[in-house]
């Protein structure tokens, strides 16, 4: 699963972005997917993932209330709203997927995923 993540940039802190990940070639309602983050010098960490129809997501507490996670099927991309963003978000975002039954959890452990997009650089200015 070839995975290509877009829309980061230099940002204010209080502005928005809107990433995407398209999943080339690839029916996403067989996906579940999600959005890890790393800043420099920390571990890569869970920000939110969608359930294969987009029904259930999971919300890291950090950003929950601020960023949104949705799925476009039908366009095989998966999209992460930063809304109200702040210095502390600054890091690469990376877009992740894993196959699973219609029913199975939604993950937020990063060694669940096995495929992974090139990341997109998101930085917040104070």
């Known amino acids: 699963v070839q995975l290509q993540a877009s829309g980061g940039g230099l940002v204010q802190a209080g502005d928005s972005l809107r990433l995407s990940c398209a999943a080339a070639?690839?029916?996403?309602?067989?996906?579940?997917m999600g959005w890890f983050r790393q800043a420099s010098g920390k571990e890569r960490e869970f920000v939110a993932a969608i359930s294969r129809g987009g029904g259930r997501t999971e919300i890291a507490n950090s950003v929950k209330g601020r960023f949104t996670i949705s799925k476009d099927n039908a366009k095989n991309t998966v999209y992460l709203q930063l809304d109200s963003m702040k210095p502390e978000d600054t890091a690469i975002y990376y877009c992740?997927?894993?196959?699973?039954?219609?029913?199975?959890?939604?993950?937020?452990?990063?060694?669940?995923?096995?495929?992974w997009g090139q990341g997109t650089q998101v930085t917040v200015s104070s």
């Open positions: 070639g690839r029916d996403v309602s067989r996906l579940f």
């Open positions: 992740a997927a894993k196959y699973g039954i219609l029913t199975a959890a939604v993950s937020t452990t990063t060694d669940d995923y096995p495929y």
